[in-house]
């Protein structure tokens, strides 16, 4: 890749266009600011010998002169014409390098505002003192390159005439390692062994025409590279004969020394250091896996001169950096809290763990124990955490080793508070077995533990670890403690191994046992009673010998006739006796159990009634085929319809507030009717039976405002007296001659309504929901008139319109409109179609009326307009005016008057 090509990688072309450069300028700036020190100079012409393969270098300076020439490749007049342009070039070629180091070397010189800078090759010397106006001349010279820089005066020029010229220094600092020889004012500086560092004679290393490197410990590198006195790192890095950095591969208290040629590095801009590109890390690379061989080396011999634990170290820094893994795998590097030493192999072939906190480490664990992120080991830990992403599982065992100092605490815990297997006292009843390293003991509880379980608690080492809960029977007790079982290392639980599930088993049988000798020594116990009946609804049963009725045979017998249930009247009753007849008796297997709660209290009528709590009315279900059927809500009702019937007597009147009543006697039923004011939409019915109130029902279609009180002998009460069993059919044979009834009370007391009164409460209701109406009704004159007529129902309904009006107001020709009320306007509710309004009629005929009794009197004469035959005046009774008789077409049959 070309200069231009790389300098346009990752960029994009915003515009195109041509500008001009000012070569002075850009001359003066790329010299003075092209190297870090401008006197870095010589050390760049230094490398263009190098390049040039040039034999040797002699060099002569002063404190104002440098004077350096070198035999080799010269470049052509060509290319120092152009030789600032290799500043830019990136070709690797020795030869390119050698210009561009050349042209830099020019540049820096030029930095220091020289008096001259000469560069003489074979024929022709070029004079660079002024970048933008080169000058050539002959030379005599026929081989090689000849560079001469002048100084001018100045107090840096003095500084180098008592401290030694900084070309000088340089020099002897960065050019030490040079491959070819550097005559320095007549003096070698390079070139041969005796100018560089030394490799220490007892330390593993390898030399080489470039590389120059062996292992070192870091507290004695400054001695060992004594020679770099500026040195920033471990390893010199060189390029072009010069060194241009340091870099420090490391593994703990080891490291690499010496130098080693590393061409393919690049530099920064003001080349002081090199570039950390891809270059940078392939040397890295390399570096570390020296570092790494030897290091490996060094594990397998005696002769190395580093301590066993350094090199320990340094071997598990490398080792955590996934360095020499396969050639360390066998090592000892691994120390544990107790001291142990582990190979790799050795840690993937058992259970490794790492601590945080050192105070759970647990010394009698056989499995390797790190600390993490703790002393003393470190690095330990590191390549720990390293392995754990591939070689071999680390398991963190943090939660493992909290929980055996738990386990530790809790043994020591329950030591103090242990107590035997017995149950002693506190049982009812208690059966001991054993075998095969097993000892237990089950009993029945004397107290109600809560629940319904087998209770189990478990014992290792003697101590009681977990205690388990069976849904198998219960409330049951056992304590049991066995060789075979393993606690969790918190000591908090049992591991569920078989030996654990093998214990379970065994503790069921014992309970099985312990049961059927419960149900033959304490049959009537409530204790026994109750976890019998826990175990019965547990009990495996077929469908076939269920529906024949049959109880499974793997009940035992003193089981089955134990007096597990007890009556309301005291009676015990055994599960053979609640079975019923034979397998072929259906009509008993049909008929339900009855039952109530053991808390409920005794009432009549509770012959053959079982007191059953939660596990016996389960257990009965599970077992027997017969349904169960709980009558307690039965059971209440018989007592309230005792309790109403025992009452006082009530007769089939009605109460206060009815407006009027009168006595029903009909199809064998007594009692009263009434009417009130506004009811609550229909007729309300209370129905007496045997002088006994059962309920208030409301007749559907009857007269609004309407009551009734009945005593029907017929009626049947429900269960509790509180009610009838059949309201509907009640209700249609009672309605229609309640409905009758009411209808004549209400026409006989609507013969005594005073018209001049609102309509009373419980007619208007019923004139406005019931049409048509009996005909004794619709006859009675209820409805004035303006005029002071008093129409019926009928009259009012065969009118087209209805006009009316809230109030009385008497105008000639409005007689027959009708003077309605709020409670008749209700009343017409069913013809308001027609009903209208007569306000605006009646303001209509005032307004009229107004007019023309306001009009001008005139005299009361015939018209002359008319021909009369005669005609005559007339006067009287407060009359006056004038009669005559028309003659001629305008006669018209008839009196006219105006």
């Given amino acids: 890749m070309s200069l231009h090509e790389e300098m346009l990688e990752g960029t994009r072309v915003i515009a195109e266009g041509s500008f001009r450069l000012d070569r002075r300028r850009a001359m003066d700036k790329l010299a003075r600011f092209q190297l870090e020190d401008p006197h870095q100079y010589v050390l760049e ?82 004079d660079f003192t002024d970048p933008a106006n080169v000058t050539t001349s002959a030379n005599d010279r026929t081989e090689g390159v000849r560079v001469y820089v002048r100084e001018r005066l100045g107090m840096a020029v003095v500084g180098d005439a008592f401290g030694g010229p900084r070309e000088s220094r340089l020099l002897q600092r960065r050019a030490r390692v040079c491959p070819i020889p550097i005559r320095l004012n007549a003096e070698e500086i390079s070139g041969s062994p005796s100018h560089r560092p030394r490799k220490p004679s007892d330390r593993l290393g390898a030399e080489t025409a470039s590389d120059h490197l062996w292992l070192s410990t870091q507290g004695t590198v400054g001695s060992e590279l004594a020679s770099f006195p500026d040195r920033t790192g471990t390893v010199a890095l060189i390029r072009d004969g010069i060194l241009v950095g340091w870099t420090t591969p490391a593994a703990g208290p080891l490291c690499l020394a010496g130098w080693m040629t590393a061409q393919e590095l690049k530099l920064n801009a003001s080349l002081s250091a090199p570039v950390q590109d891809a270059a940078w890390d392939k040397v890295q690379v390399r570096l570390v896996g020296l570092l790494s061989g030897w290091v490996a080396k060094c594990l397998g011999t005696k002769d190395h001169g580093f301590e066993d634990e350094a090199l320990r170290w340094a071997a598990l820094d490398l080792f955590a950096r996934d360095r020499a893994r396969k050639l360390l795998q066998e090592a000892p590097l691994f120390r544990d809290l107790n001291g142990r030493l582990y190979s790799s192999k050795d840690l993937r072939e058992s259970r490794v763990y790492t601590l945080k906190t050192l105070d759970l480490a647990d010394p009698s664990s056989p499995a390797p124990q790190f600390a993490a992120h703790t002393p003393p080991e470190p690095r330990s830990a590191a390549a720990l955490q390293a392995e754990c992403l591939g070689l071999f599982r680390v398991k963190h065992g943090d939660s493992l080793f909290r929980a055996r100092k738990k386990g530790r605490r809790r043994r020591l815990v329950l030591a103090l508070h242990l107590t035997s297997l017995e149950h002693g006292a506190s049982a009812l009843m208690e059966r001991s077995f054993e075998g095969d390293g097993l000892q237990g003991t089950i009993a029945i509880p004397l107290d109600d533990p809560g629940g319904d379980a087998l209770h189990v608690e478990l014992r290792v080492e003697g101590l009681p670890v977990e205690t388990v809960h069976l849904q198998v029977t219960g409330p049951l007790n056992a304590r049991v403690a066995s060789d075979a079982l393993r606690a969790t290392p918190d000591f908090g639980k049992v591991e569920r191994t078989q030996a654990y599930k093998d214990v379970i088993e065994q503790v069921k049988k014992e309970a099985g046992i312990l049961l059927v000798a419960a149900a033959q020594q304490h049959p009537a ?298 409670t008749r306007q209700q009343a017409l509710k069913c013809l308001a179609d027609r009903m209208k309004r007569a306000s605006k009629l009646i303001e209509e005929m005032k307004q009229g009326r107004g007019a023309f009794y306001g009009r001008k009197m005139q005299a009361a004469v015939l018209p002359d307009s008319l021909r009369f035959c005669g005609r005559t005046p007339i006067s009287g009774d407060g009359v006056r005016g004038e009669a005559g008789v028309i003659d001629g077409p305008e006669a018209r049959p008839g009196l006219h008057i105006a």
Avoid at 75 to 96: M, Y
Avoid at 646 to 654: D, F, G, K, N
């Fill in 525 to 822: 116990n409530p204790r026994v009673r109750s976890l019998l009946c826990n175990w019965l609804r547990r009990v495996k049963i077929s469908k076939s010998k269920r529906k024949k009725g049959q109880l499974v045979p793997p009940i035992p017998a003193s089981i089955v006739k134990a007096p597990l249930f007890t009556e309301m009247s005291g009676e015990e009753r055994s599960l053979e006796d609640l079975r019923g007849g034979g397998p072929g008796n259906k009509e008993v297997l049909r008929t339900p159990i009855r039952h109530v709660s053991p808390s409920f209290s005794a009432f009549v009528g509770t012959e053959g009634v079982l007191r059953l709590d939660e596990p016996a009315r389960r257990a009965l279900r599970h077992i027997l085929p017969r349904p169960l059927l709980n009558v307690r809500q039965e059971l209440i009702a018989r007592a309230d319809a005792e309790r109403r019937r025992a009452t006082r007597r009530r007769e089939p009147v009605l109460g206060h507030g009815i407006l009027a009543r009168a006595t029903v006697a009909e199809e064998g039923f007594t009692g009263e009717v009434g009417l009130i004011d506004q009811g609550k939409g229909t007729c309300q019915l209370d129905v007496v039976h045997d002088g006994v109130f059962l309920c208030t029902l409301e007749v559907p279609d009857a007269p609004v405002a309407t009551v009734a009180a009945l005593d029907i002998p017929w009626a049947e009460p429900n269960l509790a007296w509180d009610g009838v069993q059949d309201e509907a059919a009640l209700l249609e044979r009672v309605g229609p001659l309640l409905r009758t009834t009411l209808g004549r009370l209400i026409v006989a007391q609507a013969k005594n309504a005073d018209p001049r009164l609102p309509l009373p409460g419980w007619l208007w209701p019923f004139l406005a929901g019931s049409a048509p109406w009996p005909e004794e009704l619709t006859s009675l004159p209820l409805f004035p008139t303006v005029g002071g007529r008093l129409l019926t129902l009928d009259q009012v309904a065969e009118r087209e319109d209805i006009w009316w009006s809230p109030e009385r107001v008497w105008l000639r020709g409005l007689e027959d409109v009708l003077i309605l009320d709020s």
């Fill in 45 to 126: 012409l230094v490398a263009a010998a190098v390049c040039a393969d040039a034999s040797s270098v002699q060099i002569r300076n002063d404190a104002d002169d440098l004077e350096m020439s070198w035999d080799g490749d010269h470049p052509t007049r060509d290319e120092l014409d152009a030789l600032f342009d290799w500043v830019f070039s990136r070709d690797a070629e020795p030869r390119s390098r050698m210009l561009r180091h050349l042209a830099q070397g020019v540049f820096g010189a030029l930095g220091l505002d020289p008096k001259w800078v000469r560069v003489e090759r074979p024929g022709l010397t070029w």
